[in-house]
Structure formats: C-alpha cells, structure tokens
C-alpha cells in the first residue's frame, strides 16, 4: 500500500516553525517508507488541511495517516481531527488518524535532555537533585490539557530538587506565580524549561516578557537563573511520530 504520513500543526506566522516543521518531515522520510510526508496547518498560515490531503493525493496514495502534531489533547487537537476525517470522507480517501504526542513516555525524556544541555552550556554547579525546575506550558480552557501537562510534569519529579509548573495563558498558575513557588524554597539554581514544539511568537516573545517581568517583580540578584531551548528539531520527535503512526495503522490492520 502507498501511504502518506500528514502531520497536521497548530500554525504560526513565524518563518522558524514553519522551518522546523520542515525539517522534521525530511527526517522522518528518511527514517521511513512513506511515499510522501509533509505538514500543514489547521489555521494561521497555510498550507490548510485540505491542502495538505490534497498534496498527499497527488502523490498517488492509497491512504493518509494523519499525524495531530500536538502536546496537549485540547481543543485545537480536536477541531483537527474533526475536519481531517470531514475532508477525507468527502475525497473517498482513506485515513487513519494517530493519537497526539501527550503522554507518551519520551516527552519527559526530552524535557531531561532540555534541562542537561542547558546545565553544561552554563556549566551549572549544582546537581540534578539540587536543581529546581520550572516547566511552562501554553494553557488551555480544556481541563484534559492539563492533566496531560501535569502528568508528565509529574515524572519529572524523582530527578530534581523541586519541579513546579505554570501556563502562558488560558489557566492558573501563570509565569509569575510558578516563579514565586520555586523562589519560596529557596533554590539553589532556577531551570526554566518552556513546553512547547516550535520557536513560534510565544517562544520569541510572550514567554521570554512573562519571565522577565517576574524575575525584576521578585528581584532576583543571587539566584542563577536558566531558561532551556524549546523541544525544536530533535531524533526522539521523529521516533515518537513514527511510534505513533505505527500504533494507529497496527489498530485499523
């Protein structure tokens, strides 16, 4: 059988995620036998997703996996998969949809990596355990968002001296408040690791605001502070793709 694989993403107007989206199809066509990968969006920028089945069409296919290219099993996941599954019914082509990157056991593994890179860059002194970590998620009105977040969060917790978490927007705690819990035990060295997928608008600039407005309101002078790279461009993305590809396609045979 011809297959496509589609990841399908939230979309963002800046040029490095559209970039880093491309480069991650390049990778997983390389790790794998699909007749054609590629990205589109569901809104912000095109290519929209009937563009993208479209494209994977053309390329003679005789079924689409479809990659929901998401962290948090949200609203925006689900709007996804509800127009993907509209626009395939409509086109008679088949499809199977993949479960989203939430829960799966190598998100914490990347977020450990994050946070290594990060501490031998600034040579940070203090050891793992002595290390407290703050984790910034987007945020959602959906409560299993967060449960998702807050689990693997969670899994954090056996390596590090404390392990908090807070969201951009859309639900509580925000940066400030996360900040001030890690300042109230007394940290050795802060680790600000923001959770998401793509060097988008949040990343280049309402992340880094929210962080910089917290640490001049607590006035922070003699605790080291470090704010790690985003997940980006990275092997255990593209194994974590397939895996979930693979699952979806072994369940319908």
């Given at each position: 059988m011809n297959r496509a694989l589609l990841l399908i993403d939230r979309g963002s107007r800046e040029?490095?995620?559209?970039?880093?989206?491309?480069?991650?199809?390049t990778l997983i066509k390389q790790e794998s036998e699909y007749v054609y990968v590629g990205h589109c969006f569901l809104e912000v920028i095109p290519p929209y997703i009937e563009e993208g089945i479209n494209t994977c069409i053309s390329n003679n296919v005789d079924s689409i996996t479809v990659m929901p290219y998401f962290l948090y099993p949200g609203m925006k996941l689900k709007d996804s998969v509800k127009k993907t599954a509209k626009i395939c019914y409509d086109k008679k082509i088949k499809v199977v949809i993949a479960k989203?990157?939430?829960?799966?056991?190598?998100?914490?593994?990347?977020?450990?990596?994050?946070?290594?890179?990060?501490?031998?860059?600034?040579?940070?002194?203090?050891?793992?355990?002595?290390?407290?970590?703050?984790?910034?998620?987007?945020?959602?009105?959906?409560?299993?968002?967060?449960?998702?977040?807050?689990?693997?969060?969670?899994?954090?917790?056996?390596?590090?001296?404390?392990?908090?978490?807070?969201?951009?927007?859309?639900?509580?705690p925000r940066i400030a408040n996360g900040i001030e819990k890690i300042i109230s035990s007394n940290p050795n060295a802060m680790i600000i690791v923001p959770y998401f997928l793509h060097k988008g608008a949040h990343i280049k600039n309402d992340v880094v605001k929210d962080i910089k407005f917290a640490l001049t309101k607590y006035n922070l002078k003699n605790i080291p502070v470090y704010i790690t790279e985003h997940f980006g461009v990275d092997p255990k993305l593209v194994n974590m793709v397939l895996e979930r590809a693979k699952e979806a396609e072994e369940k319908v045979g």
């Open positions: 040029p490095e995620a559209k970039e880093e989206l491309s480069q991650l199809c989203p990157l939430s829960y799966h056991t190598t998100l914490n593994s990347l977020i450990r990596d994050r946070i290594s890179f990060t501490r031998e860059k600034n040579k940070i002194v203090p050891a793992d355990s002595k290390c407290d970590i703050l984790v910034i998620g987007h945020g959602s009105s959906d409560k299993s968002a967060r449960t998702a977040f807050v689990h693997t969060v969670n899994k954090l917790k056996p390596y590090f001296r404390s392990v908090a978490f807070c969201f951009l927007e859309l639900d509580e």
